[in-house]
C-alpha cells in the first residue's frame, strides 16, 4: 500500500517555466490537498478537491491551477514560475470530513 | 478569522524530562483537532484526532488533549526518537476537508 505519492522530489526551475507536480494516491480517499511549507509560516493550503471534476481554491492558490479528472490523482501546475513559490509542496488525501490527513512526502521546489 | 498558535518555538529536553506543547486556536465551528510529527525531509504523519473539550487521547509515550480554546500534547520520559517537529492543525465546519496548521513546535530531546 504506496499512500499518497508525490513526484518529483525535487526540483529546480528558471523563472517563468511551467511544471507540474504529480500526486497519486491509492487509498480511494475522495477528498485531496494542496498544500505549501515555508519556514514559519506552517502550511498552508494551495487548492482542495472534494471529489473528481469538484476542485476549489484555497488560502494561497495565485499563479497555481489544479484539476481532478479520477479520484486517484491530483496534479498541481505552475503556471509561470516566479521565486516567490520555492517551497516545499505537500499533497494530501482524506476519506472524508473529520478524519486524519495522509500526506506526501514532499516536492522540494527552487525557483531561481 | 481561524487561526492556530503553538507554543514554544522550540523545546530541549533531556531524555526522561516530560513536559507539554501547547496549541490555542480560534475557529468556526470546530470540525477536529489534529496533531502530527514532522521529521526532517519528510511529510507530516498522523499522530492523534480530538473532536471535542474533555477528550484525550494516547500513544506510547504521548497524550493529547483538547478544552474549547487550546490542546496539549504531553510527551512523558521522551526518548532521543521522539525529536521532531510536532504540528497542530483544526478542521473548520462546513464542507471542506481544510486544515489549518500552526507552525509547529521543534523538538530536540538530548540523551
Known amino acids: 500500500n504506496a499512500g499518497v505519492t508525490q513526484t518529483p522530489k525535487f526540483q529546480v526551475l528558471k523563472t517563468g517555466q511551467s511544471m507540474t507536480l504529480q500526486c497519486a494516491q491509492d487509498?480511494?480517499?475522495?477528498?485531496m490537498s494542496w498544500y505549501r511549507q515555508d519556514p514559519g509560516m506552517g502550511l498552508r493550503l494551495i487548492h482542495y478537491s472534494v471529489g473528481a471534476g469538484i476542485t476549489d481554491q484555497g488560502e494561497v492558490p495565485n499563479g497555481y491551477n489544479v484539476s481532478r479528472s479520477t479520484t486517484e490523482d491530483f496534479p498541481l501546475r505552475l503556471l509561470s514560475a516566479a521565486p516567490s513559490q520555492t517551497s516545499v509542496y505537500f499533497c494530501a488525501s482524506t476519506i472524508g470530513l473529520g478524519t486524519e490527513a495522509f500526506f506526501g512526502q514532499g516536492t522540494r521546489l527552487t525557483v531561481v | 478569522e481561524d487561526q492556530v498558535t503553538q507554543s514554544p518555538e522550540a523545546l530541549r529536553l533531556q531524555e526522561g524530562e516530560s513536559s507539554s506543547l501547547n496549541c490555542s486556536y480560534t475557529?468556526?465551528?470546530?470540525?477536529?483537532l489534529f496533531w502530527y510529527r514532522q521529521d526532517p525531509g519528510k511529510g507530516p504523519e498522523f499522530l492523534f484526532t480530538l473532536y471535542s473539550a474533555g477528550e484525550e487521547k494516547e500513544k506510547e509515550r504521548l497524550k493529547a488533549t483538547l478544552t474549547k480554546k487550546e490542546s496539549f500534547l504531553h510527551i512523558t520520559a521522551p526518548k532521543p526518537e521522539d525529536s521532531a517537529t510536532y504540528l497542530c492543525?483544526?478542521?473548520?465546519?462546513?464542507?471542506?476537508?481544510?486544515?489549518?496548521f500552526g507552525t509547529g513546535t521543534l523538538l530536540a530531546v538530548q540523551p
Open positions: 487509498m480511494n480517499h475522495e477528498y
Open positions: 475557529v468556526s465551528g470546530l470540525r477536529g
Open positions: 492543525a483544526v478542521q473548520p465546519g462546513g464542507a471542506t476537508n481544510k486544515l489549518i
